[in-house]
Every structure is written in structure tokens, then in C-alpha cells.
């Protein structure tokens, strides 16, 4: 399979609804990033996780290595979250060299 | 801040002409990659380059050429512009090491006539 699956591939939510992204593995990772794909086509980081969970704001991601998944959790979504939401890992032979292999994306469309 | 600046932002070009994307970083970041989007597909790391003059092929390497003439810049050559080429192709900086984030420019979008 893909080294790295993201689920689902498509979301809709109404304004305030509280939803989650998944990422899952074949294979051990060593760390996750997530990006949000605005409208303009630019990638932004939204987290990067060694291991555990970090928080920002409405966002909060949890990176589990030796379960092999990574969580994206939106809580009371907001019009400006649309978009394309990527994971992306750095598996262990990628060194120091920042490879990551891309899931590919969840497309997120929240709606008033 | 800093900024990555991808030019052209549409590159039109015809079927077996040499196209080439550029890419500049002031982040004075010492790695850049080069990655291309396919609809349905997501990213694929075409090259990248861990300092200036350096060069690595990633997973889809073949019929690209590219160059790091300087540590801010990063160029991408298509060598025979085909069809099924088109895509988005998207550029990205970082520090060397890891625990380091990737930072994205806006992106070229290759048409092929």
C-alpha cells in the first residue's frame, strides 16, 4: 500500500462543527508535518511533531510513531479552513535531509 | 520573515521544448526541494539540494534537470515538455536537520500545448 494514507479525501463540515483527519503509516516514521493548501496554491505548515500532540488554537495534531498515525483535530470550523489539508512524514532513512513523503490531502470544505 | 518566490507562475511552453522554473529563498535556509502536484496524486520530490552546488535526485527524477547556482536559488529544468507533464510545481526551503519545517512557495503551474 501507500506509505503514507490519508482519510478521508474529502470533508464538509457547517461553521462550528468539530472534525478529524487521520494519516496512517506502513512503515515507522520519524515525524509528521501537517499543511494547509490555501486558495493561492501555497503550502502552510500547521504543526510538525517529533512524537505526542501539540495545539494551536482551534488545530491540534498528535503523531504516534509507534502506532504508525498521525490525528488532525478542527475544532468549531471556521469559513477560512477550507482548503486542502496534507500529513506528510520523514521516514527513518531520510536522515538529515528533510524528505517527506505526502499523503494525498484531504479536501476540506466548510460550509456557513 | 522570509519568502520563496517561484517564477514564471504559469510557464506555457510546446510538446519537447526545454522548460525551465526558478525558485528564490531569502530565508538564507541551506536545503530546497523541488516537488510536483498531480491532481489526486499529492506531492513528489523531484530533487533537492542540501547547499549550493549540491544536487539529489528524488523519486521523480527522470526528465528534470536542476540547479543550485546559489545558496538562495534553485532552478528546475523540464528537458522535453510533455502532456501528461502538467501540474503544479512547487518549491520549498529548509534548515538543514531535522525538526526543521519546510516553508512552500505559491507554486508554477506547467501547460503543455
Known amino acids: 500500500g501507500m506509505p503514507v494514507e490519508q482519510n478521508p479525501p474529502a470533508l464538509s463540515l457547517y461553521e462550528g462543527a468539530d472534525s478529524g483527519l487521520r494519516c496512517n503509516f506502513s512503515?515507522?516514521?520519524?515525524?509528521v508535518q501537517w499543511f494547509q493548501q490555501n486558495h493561492r496554491g501555497r503550502l502552510i505548515t500547521l504543526f510538525y511533531l517529533a512524537q505526542g500532540t501539540k495545539e494551536n488554537g482551534r488545530l491540534k495534531s498528535t503523531f504516534n510513531s509507534k502506532e504508525r498515525y498521525s490525528t488532525l483535530h478542527i475544532k468549531d470550523a471556521q469559513l477560512e479552513d477550507s482548503g486542502t489539508y496534507f500529513c506528510?512524514?520523514?521516514?527513518?532513512?531520510?536522515?538529515?535531509?528533510?524528505?517527506?513523503?505526502f499523503g494525498l490531502g484531504t479536501t476540506l470544505q466548510v460550509q456557513p | 520573515g522570509g519568502i520563496i518566490t517561484q517564477t514564471p507562475k504559469f510557464l506555457i511552453g510546446q510538446e519537447g521544448q526545454k522548460l525551465t522554473l526558478k525558485c528564490q529563498q531569502n530565508?538564507?535556509?541551506?536545503?530546497m526541494y523541488w516537488y510536483r502536484q498531480d491532481s489526486g496524486k499529492g506531492l513528489r520530490l523531484i530533487y533537492y539540494s542540501i547547499t549550493e552546488n549540491d544536487l539529489q535526485k528524488g523519486d521523480l527524477s527522470e526528465g528534470y534537470d536542476a540547479s543550485r547556482e546559489k545558496k538562495s536559488s534553485f532552478s528546475l529544468t523540464v528537458t522535453s515538455a510533455q502532456k501528461n507533464e502538467m501540474a503544479v510545481f512547487l518549491c520549498a526551503s529548509s534548515i538543514i536537520g531535522s525538526g526543521n519545517t519546510l516553508y512552500f512557495g505559491e507554486g508554477s503551474r506547467l501547460i503543455v500545448v
Open positions: 512503515t515507522t516514521m520519524k515525524s
Open positions: 506528510a512524514a520523514e521516514g527513518q532513512e531520510a536522515g538529515n535531509t528533510r524528505k517527506l513523503i
Open positions: 530565508f538564507n535556509h541551506d536545503t
